[in-house]
C-alpha cells in the first residue's frame, strides 16, 4: 500500500486493520482515525503490537516502516518486543537521567552526606550521557567524562565523579536493564590518580596575613564568607554543617548552637559552645540574612534549597587565590600567595583549628571532641559523655588567638605565649 491507498482505507471507517507490507499494517480506529501496528513471531507464536507514537499521518509511512523492521529485528534475537516494552513502562528507568533518579533517591536514603554525588551528576555526568538511553553508554563516555574534569585540572572530582559512574551504572545491571558496567574498566589512574591526604593547617602569622589580605580585597570575598571562614577556624566545625545552619539551633543566651544529628557527618546531635567572641559574628549575620531561616541563606532564587552552595566558600577563596574559577572571566591575581601565604581550602581551616588547639595545650581527646570526630571502638560505644564545659573552655581559650585576627585588634597575644 501506498500513501494514497491508506488515506483511501481510512475514509472507509472500517474498524479493522490492513496489511501495508513486510509485517506493517494500518488499523483503522475510528472514522479518519488510524495508527501503525507490526506483526512479527516470537516463540512460534504470531503476534501484533502498536508502534508507540503510531498515529497516523503524525508517523509518516517511511518512519512506520523503519520501526517495524526495528521491532522484527529485535523479535528474531529472541526478545518479545512487546513484553520488553511493557517491562520499561513498568517503572523501569529509559535514560540515564531516569537511572539516577532511582538511584539517589535510595542513595539519600542510605547516606547521609549524598550531596556531593547530585552534584557529581549535575555537574560532570549529565552534559555528557545524561540523555542517553542506558544501553547506549558505553566506556569511551566514561573516559570523555574524566578526560574533560583532568584536563581542568580538579584530580579529586575527576576520582569522585568515576565512584559516581560505577555506583550508578551498577544500579542498572542490578535492575537487569544491562549486563556490563561500561565504567567498570576504569581506575584510579584513569581520573585523578592516588590521593594523598591533605596536611595543610595555617600557621598563626599566615592566619594574620591570611585576614588582613581578605578585609582588603572586600568587594572580591565578601563579609559573609569571611565570618564563615572565622568561624570555621574558631569552632572547628564542618563547612557543610555550618552553611546550613538554621537559627532555630541556636540559644545566644546560653550561648549553644545545637547541631542535629541529621546534619551531623556523624550522625550524632552535639551542642557546641559558642565563645563571647563568635557572638558578635552571628548577630551580624542575623541581620546580613534578612529574615532568612538560614544562617547562611542562598545568594540566589533556589527551589533547591534555602542556603549557599557547598561551592560557594570554595570558588570565593580560589578567586583570592588567584584561581579560574569563572569560564567567562578572567582570573584575579594571587592576593594571598603575593602576601606569601600558600594555597588552602576552606577544609583546611578545621584542620588549622585542631592545630592550634594542640599549640594551646588543649588535650587530645578535648580536641578530638572539639571537631566532633566519631569515636571509635569501646570508647565509642560506652562514653556518652559530650564534655561540654571543657570544649567550652578550650574553645574560648583559642578565640582569645583568633578573634583578634578577625576583628583586626592590634594587641594580639602570639601563641606562644599564651598560657
Request: aromatic share 8%.
Amino acid at each position: 500500500m501506498n500513501d494514497k491507498q491508506i488515506k483511501a482505507f481510512i475514509r472507509t471507517g472500517v474498524k479493522t486493520r490492513k496489511p501495508v507490507g513486510d509485517g506493517l499494517y494500518i488499523r483503522v480506529q475510528t472514522k479518519g482515525l488510524a495508527y501503525w501496528e507490526v506483526r512479527y513471531t516470537i516463540n512460534s507464536k504470531r503476534r501484533f503490537m502498536t508502534i508507540e507514537g503510531g498515529l497516523y499521518p503524525t508517523m509518516p509511512l517511511v518512519a512506520a516502516k523503519a520501526e517495524a523492521a526495528k521491532i522484527k529485528l529485535l523479535a528474531k534475537t529472541g526478545k518479545d518486543p512487546l513484553a520488553e516494552r511493557n517491562r520499561l513502562c513498568n517503572g523501569q528507568p529509559k535514560t540515564v537521567n531516569d537511572l539516577f533518579e532511582i538511584w539517589y533517591a535510595k542513595l539519600s536514603k542510605r547516606i547521609k552526606s549524598h550531596a556531593a554525588n547530585k552534584r557529581h551528576y549535575l555537574n560532570e555526568i549529565k552534559p555528557h550521557i545524561g540523555n542517553l538511553a542506558i544501553t547506549q553508554v558505553v566506556p569511551i563516555d566514561i573516559q570523555n567524562i574524566l578526560d574533560k574534569i583532568v584536563s581542568s585540572k580538579r584530580p579529586t572530582v575527576a576520582n569522585k565523579t568515576l565512584i559516581c559512574c560505577k555506583q550508578l551504572l551498577n544500579e542498572a545491571c542490578k535492575l537487569g536493564l544491562i549486563t556490563y558496567n561500561p565504567a567498570s574498566p576504569f581506575k584510579v589512574t584513569d581520573a585523578g590518580g592516588e590521593e594523598k591526604s591533605r596536611d595543610r593547617a595555617l600557621s598563626e602569622p599566615e592566619l594574620t596575613i591570611t585576614f588582613k589580605v581578605l578585609r582588603d580585597n572586600s568587594d572580591i570575598f565578601t563579609r559573609d564568607n569571611y565570618l564563615a571562614l572565622a568561624l570555621l577556624v574558631s569552632l572547628g566545625v564542618r563547612k557543610g554543617e555550618l552553611i546550613a545552619a538554621q537559627w532555630q539551633e541556636f540559644d545566644f543566651e546560653k550561648q549553644d548552637w545545637s547541631l542535629p544529628a541529621e546534619r551531623s557527618k556523624t550522625g550524632v546531635a552535639i551542642n557546641i559552645p559558642l565563645p563571647d567572641s563568635t557572638i558578635p559574628w552571628f548577630e551580624e549575620l542575623h541581620i546580613r540574612s534578612c529574615g532568612s531561616d538560614y544562617v547562611f541563606p542562598s545568594r540566589r532564587a533556589s527551589k533547591r534549597r534555602g542556603y549557599i552552595s557547598d561551592d560557594t566558600l570554595n570558588h570565593a577563596l580560589a578567586k583570592i587565590l588567584g584561581k579560574k574559577v569563572d569560564s567567562k572571566k578572567q582570573p584575579y591575581e594571587n592576593f594571598l600567595g603575593k602576601a606569601g601565604v600558600d594555597d588552602f581550602t576552606p577544609h583546611d581551616m578545621r584542620r588549622t583549628c585542631r592545630t592550634l588547639l594542640s599549640g594551646l595545650g588543649i588535650t587530645k581527646d578535648i580536641a578530638k571532641k572539639c571537631l566532633n570526630h566519631k569515636v571509635e571502638g569501646i570508647d565509642g560505644t560506652y562514653d556518652r559523655y559530650d564534655y561540654f564545659e571543657q570544649r567550652r573552655e578550650a574553645l574560648t581559650k583559642l578565640s582569645h588567638l583568633i578573634a583578634p585576627l578577625v576583628n583586626d585588634v592590634s594587641n594580639i597575644t602570639p601563641l606562644a605565649k599564651q598560657a
